[in-house]
């Protein structure tokens, strides 16, 4: 699931992909046009029934007015 947020004409990712490519995206092991094509771009790392405990990763942020979030899921 990612989250935007559309504030003033713009969208933009507000949460960071739960995925392998995407943490390695985040440490700098690849690029984002590497991580698009890679082989293991859809391996999850963090989902319910995976683990016995799944800690959700939290996000804030300051909602002004005319604000939009957007949730988008496959499931």
């Known amino acids: 699931c990612r989250v935007y947020l559309h ?3 713009k969208l933009n990712q507000v949460t960071k992909d739960q995925t392998l490519v ?10 984002p ?4 094509a890679h082989p293991d771009r859809h391996q999850v790392l963090a ?3 995976q683990h ?6 939290r996000y804030q942020l300051k909602l002004e007015p005319g604000d939009i979030l957007l949730a988008a899921t496959d499931g």
């Open 22 to 31: 995407g943490r390695m995206v985040e440490l700098g092991r690849l690029t």
């Open 47 to 49: 989902a319910i029934g």
């Open 33 to 36: 046009r590497e991580a698009a």
């Open 52 to 57: 016995f405990e799944v800690k959700p990763a």
């Open 7 to 9: 504030r003033a004409g």
